[in-house]
Structure formats: structure tokens, C-alpha cells
């Protein structure tokens, strides 16, 4: 997906914006079948519905762009009786997880140094104000 393409589908599902033959035309097809498709998953109104119903009506092109997201989107529906797949997820996200705890053992570090730098100088202060000056 293109980043334009992307932007066009983040600007047409903003909360409370009204999908639209016309903004669906504007997206362009391939966008415009992958938004439908995840609205359609959420759970469609009788409006959304028949904004799709047209959408596909108006443009071959729409129909084939949804038709190719369909058939992607049916391909998550056994995901969990993949093997492989099962197993790349789960790399995935210990991948993730594994720089959240390298952060959080950076944070602790920094405080630890900052903290004993903090009491040295505190330390070095105060020894030099009991000291009396020649």
C-alpha cells in the first residue's frame, strides 16, 4: 500500500466522517475495498451496506479491487490453523516485546547512573562546605 493511498484511507475513516459514494471514488479502488472490507467486519449499517452495493455497482474496477481484498481478507480466516504462520506471529511478537524490555533496562540503567552521579556530587558539596577555607 502506498503512502498515499494510506492517507487517503486514514482521512476517509476519520471518527464521525460519513462515507460517501464520491469520497469512496476519490480513494480509489484498492482503498476504497479495504476500508469497506474493515467497516464491513466492524459490522456494516443498512447504509454502509448499500454505499458498498453501489460502490461495486458504479466501476468494474471496484468490483475486481474487492474481489482482491476479499480473497486476502479470507486468507486471515484460518490463520490460527497455520502452522507457519502460528510461529511467525509469535516471532513477531517477541521481536516487538523484546526492544520494550531492553528500553525499560535502559531507563532503569540511566536512573541508576544519574542517581549515584547525583549523590557524588551532593557528597563532594557538602565535604567541601565543612572544610574550612585558607
Not at 480466516?77 to 535502559?106: H, I, M, N, S, Y
Amino acid at each position: 500500500m502506498t503512502v498515499q493511498t494510506e492517507f487517503r484511507m486514514r482521512e476517509a475513516s476519520q471518527v464521525g466522517d460519513a462515507l460517501t459514494l464520491n469520497r469512496l471514488k476519490i480513494m480509489g479502488p484498492s482503498a476504497a475495498a479495504a476500508l469497506l472490507r474493515v467497516r464491513q467486519a466492524a459490522g456494516m449499517t443498512g447504509l454502509e451496506a448499500q454505499l458498498l452495493a453501489n460502490w461495486l455497482a458504479s466501476d468494474p474496477a471496484n468490483a475486481l479491487a474487492w474481489q482482491a481484498v476479499d480473497a486476502a481478507w479470507s486468507d486471515f480466516d484460518t490463520v490460527d490453523d497455520d502452522e507457519l504462520l502460528c510461529a511467525l506471529r509469535e516471532d513477531a511478537r517477541r521481536t516487538f516485546e523484546r526492544p520494550q524490555r531492553l528500553w525499560g533496562a535502559a531507563v532503569l540503567a540511566a536512573t541508576v547512573v544519574a542517581a549515584v552521579v547525583v549523590g557524588l556530587v551532593v557528597r563532594w558539596s557538602s565535604r567541601e562546605a565543612r572544610q574550612p577555607r585558607r
